[in-house]
C-alpha cells in the first residue's frame, strides 16, 4: 500500500447504514451549510445517501431547507407541497420538470424524498424547504412573476408590463430570445435591469406578504442572471459558468437570510459544483464553483463539502444531447485515479463503501497530492471515460469528507418528455457535469 492509500485508510470509516455516519454526523452537525455531491446526475445510491444523511440533519440538528442543482420555480412546486395540506401524487406533481435532463430530478429517489419530507414536516411542526439554485430558468420566472404579483402590488405589475411584453415577443422561448440576441445583443436588458431596479427599492406594505415579496425577489434574480447567462454563451469570452455559480450562490445567500440568522442549509450538486474548485485545475481556468464561494462567503469553518463518488457499475446518462435516457455501463476507473485507488483500498479493508473525513489531512498529508477524479455528465460515452471525465483534484483541498460508494446503480426516472424549447439544464456544459 503507497503512501496515499494509507493516509486515506488513516481517515477512512466503514459504511453500511445510518448507525455508521455518526462520525461523520459529528463534523457537519453544526455547520451552517452543508454541501453534499455526486459524480454523475444519473446514479440512484447519491440520492439515496443524500437523502439518508439530509433528513437526519432535518430531523436531529436544526437544519431547515435542502437547495438542489434544479430550477427555482419547478422546485417551488415541490416546496408547496411539502408545506401544505395539499395530497395528491407526487408522480404527478413531479412531471413539472420538463427541461432536459428531466431524469435529474423526475426519478422515484426524488419522490421518495418528498414523500419523506411532507412526513417531517408534520411530525416536527415546523417549515421544512426544498428549493432551486440553477439559474436556467428564464421564461418560467418571467411567467411566474405575471402570476405572483397582483397578489403582492398591482403598481408593480404595471411596472413589471414592459418586461413581459418584450419577452412576449419572443413566445416565452429561451432559444428563440437567445438566437435573437446575435442581431440584438441588449435584448431585454434594459427592461429587466429597470424593473430589478423597482423591486430593490419596493418596501412591503403588509407585512403578511413576505413570502410573496421574497418569491418575486428571487424570480427577478433569476430572470437578471439568466439573461445574462444567455447572453455571454454567444460571446467570445464565455463566463457562462462562472454567471450560474455566482446565481447558485447568490440564491443560497438569499435563502439563510430569508430563513433566519441561525439558519442550517443543505444543497444537493454536482461534485463539479460543491467541490471547492481551489483544489482542482478550475482555478487555471478562471472558474470559480458554488462550494469555493460558500467558504469565502459564510466562513472555512461554517461550511462542509462532501463529495461523492463511484468505481464501477451503471449510470443513467445519455449518448446525445437532449436525446433519450438510458441506462449506460459504467467502466472501472481508470488507474492511479482517486476511485481506483479507493477501490483497492475497499478490498484491503473489506469495507466495500466507506467514507473519507479529510479536515485533519488538510496540512502535511500525503493526500494533498493532485489525481484524477471522475465527473460524469448528462451526455456520458462510456467508450472513453479513460480518455476524459477526470478532474485534477487534491482530496482535502476540494472537500471536507468524500463518500466512496464502490459499485452503483441508475436512477428509476419517471418517463416523460422534455421540451426542446428550453435550453437542456448543465447547457453548455453537459459533457464535464
Not at 145 to 172: A, G, T
Not at 177 to 199: A, H, M, W
Amino acid at each position: 500500500m503507497d503512501a496515499y492509500s494509507r493516509e486515506m485508510a488513516r481517515y477512512s470509516h466503514a459504511l453500511t447504514d445510518l448507525s455508521d455516519l455518526d462520525d461523520l454526523m459529528s463534523v457537519i452537525k453544526d455547520k451552517r451549510i452543508v454541501m453534499l455531491g455526486e459524480s454523475s446526475h444519473g446514479t440512484s445510491e447519491f440520492y439515496q445517501w443524500r437523502k439518508v444523511i439530509s433528513l437526519e440533519l432535518i430531523k436531529n440538528h436544526q437544519f431547515d431547507f435542502i437547495a438542489v442543482e434544479g430550477d427555482w420555480p419547478a422546485c417551488q412546486k415541490l416546496n408547496h407541497f411539502i408545506q401544505t395540506q395539499d395530497e395528491g401524487s407526487i408522480l404527478e406533481l413531479l412531471n413539472v420538470f420538463d427541461r432536459w435532463p428531466t431524469w435529474m430530478w423526475a426519478n422515484m429517489e426524488i419522490e421518495d424524498l418528498l414523500f419523506e419530507l411532507k412526513l417531517l414536516k408534520t411530525e416536527l411542526k415546523r417549515k421544512i424547504g426544498f428549493h432551486g439554485l440553477d439559474v436556467y430558468s428564464l421564461m418560467e420566472s418571467v411567467q411566474e412573476l405575471k402570476k405572483i404579483l397582483p397578489s403582492v402590488d398591482s403598481s408593480l405589475f404595471q411596472k413589471y408590463f414592459d418586461m413581459f411584453s418584450c419577452f412576449e415577443n419572443f413566445h416565452f422561448n429561451e432559444k428563440e430570445y437567445t438566437r435573437s440576441l446575435f442581431g440584438d445583443p441588449d435584448g431585454c436588458q434594459k427592461e429587466v435591469e429597470n424593473f430589478c431596479q423597482e423591486i430593490l427599492h419596493y418596501k412591503l406594505k403588509d407585512p403578511l406578504k413576505k413570502d410573496d415579496l421574497f418569491e418575486v425577489i428571487q424570480n427577478a434574480h433569476v430572470i437578471k442572471n439568466a439573461q445574462h447567462y444567455y447572453r455571454s454563451m454567444i460571446s467570445i469570452d464565455n463566463q457562462s459558468w462562472n454567471i450560474r455559480d455566482h446565481h447558485m450562490m447568490e440564491t443560497l445567500l438569499r435563502l439563510t437570510n430569508h430563513y433566519g440568522p441561525s439558519s442550517k442549509g443543505i444543497v444537493w450538486a454536482h461534485n463539479t459544483h460543491i467541490g471547492d474548485y481551489r483544489g482542482t485545475d478550475m482555478v487555471l481556468r478562471g472558474e470559480v464553483n458554488l462550494g469555493g464561494l460558500a467558504k469565502k462567503s459564510y466562513g472555512e469553518q461554517h461550511v462542509s463539502l462532501i463529495g461523492l463518488g463511484t468505481f464501477s457499475g451503471t449510470v443513467m446518462a445519455s449518448h446525445a444531447w437532449e436525446g433519450p435516457s438510458e441506462v449506460l455501463t459504467l467502466p472501472e476507473a481508470r488507474p492511479q485515479s482517486l476511485e481506483y485507488l479507493m477501490h483497492n483500498l475497499s478490498l484491503d479493508t473489506l469495507a466495500k463503501n466507506f467514507y473519507v473525513l479529510l479536515n485533519e489531512a488538510k496540512m502535511n498529508s500525503a493526500l494533498l497530492e493532485f489525481k484524477g477524479h471522475r465527473a460524469i455528465g448528462v451526455v456520458y460515452h462510456p467508450e472513453s471515460d479513460r480518455k476524459g471525465h477526470y478532474v485534477p483534484t487534491s482530496l482535502p483541498k476540494r472537500y471536507d469528507g468524500f463518500i466512496f460508494l464502490d459499485e452503483t446503480h441508475p436512477l428509476t426516472p419517471i418517463k416523460q418528455g422534455s421540451d426542446r424549447k428550453k435550453f437542456p439544464d448543465s447547457f453548455p456544459f453537459g459533457a464535464r457535469i
